[in-house]
């Protein structure tokens, strides 16, 4: 069978649940309580799936000059996913508890790292649950394998090249975050408040139907080609407050057929940290 590299549908891993080649990964987490996902895990999961924790698996070691959820050394994500179970031919299916925010972090990270074959559970738990299909208890054991990948550092960008790009009106910085964020009016988790100058705001929740599944390939398009006026996919900068639901519009943008966009991995809490760096309130003026 081809492999998935954007969405999967519930009915569809259903059908394949008992599948030796597919590996299943929950990844529900709650940036309020970090030990909350685990502990959901824990309660009832998609039977077969391992957890993936966004802190201590998706995330490196936080620094003082980071943002919440560094990329991880590509040596220790190639450790985590060899331990999850995922070898070179492995169909990887990430869920979390529905919109795909979390899921789509284990996405971009298996992308990044060369393996093409995973897709996010359209609907995540929630849609999987609403279909009355199995939740088990038990926790699998998993026979943990050599996964060798090589990170692809064209995939993202840090602070400075961000601002590099900046300096260009060709390249298209597309922030995440909720509106409320993005202006300024609150900041419940960085250290400053607004955005960076130049950016345009396109919460990721936009990329979502009212049944927290994603839009159609020609909805999608049809929205992040007008952040893209005219630009290539290629230009597209994509971030949000630490590198997470950005990749969620990075998945968007795959969905939609459009290739190439980039992540900016420490996003605003990296580039809020830094008290030299320019930052904008209120709507942005594009």
């Known amino acids: 069978m081809q492999p998935l590299n954007t969405l999967i549908d519930a009915d569809t891993l259903a059908r394949r649940l008992n599948d030796p080649a597919i590996r299943i990964i929950d990844c529900r987490f709650e940036l309020g309580d970090p030990e909350a996902g685990e502990a959901q895990y824990r309660q009832g999961h998609i039977a077969g799936a391992a957890?993936?924790?966004?802190?201590?698996?998706?995330?490196?070691?936080?620094?003082?000059?980071t943002g919440r959820h560094p990329l991880p050394s590509p040596d220790a994500l190639c450790t985590t996913f060899g331990e999850l179970g995922i070898a070179p031919h492995t169909q990887v299916v990430a869920y979390d508890s529905g919109n795909g925010m979390f899921a789509a972090r284990l996405w971009w990270l298996l992308r990044w790292l060369g393996h093409?074959?995973?897709a996010v559970?359209?609907?995540?738990?929630?849609?999987?649950?609403?279909?009355?299909?199995?939740?088990?208890?038990?926790?699998?054991?998993?026979?943990?394998?050599?996964?060798?990948?090589?990170?692809?550092?064209?995939?993202?960008?840090?602070?400075?090249?961000?601002?590099?790009?900046?300096t260009s009106t060709s390249s298209v910085l597309v922030d995440a975050r909720a509106n409320e964020r993005f202006e300024g009016r609150v900041e419940p988790l960085d250290p400053r408040a607004g955005h960076i100058p130049g950016a345009i705001n396109h919460p990721y929740t936009n990329n979502l139907g009212a049944d927290g599944r994603f839009l159609a390939p020609s909805q999608l398009r049809e929205q992040l080609a007008r952040l893209l006026n005219g630009h290539p996919a290629s230009r597209f900068i994509?971030?949000?407050?630490?590198?997470?639901?950005?990749?969620?519009t990075l998945l968007a943008l795959e969905i939609a057929g459009l290739?190439?966009?980039?992540?900016y991995a420490g996003s605003w809490s990296e580039w809020s940290r830094d008290?030299?760096?320019?930052?904008?309130?209120?709507?942005?003026?594009?």
């Open 238 to 248: 994509s971030m949000c407050g630490s590198g997470v639901t950005a990749c969620h």
């Open 121 to 166: 559970l359209d609907g995540g738990l929630t849609a999987w649950r609403a279909l009355g299909l199995p939740i088990a208890t038990t926790t699998p054991t998993i026979a943990s394998c050599r996964f060798q990948g090589v990170a692809d550092h064209q995939q993202h960008l840090d602070a400075n090249a961000v601002a590099a790009a900046l």
């Open 275 to 286: 008290p030299a760096r320019p930052i904008a309130t209120g709507p942005a003026h594009n």
């Open 51 to 65: 957890y993936a924790h966004l802190d201590k698996d998706l995330s490196g070691p936080r620094m003082p000059w």
């Open 259 to 263: 290739q190439g966009g980039r992540l």
């Open 116 to 118: 093409p074959a995973v």
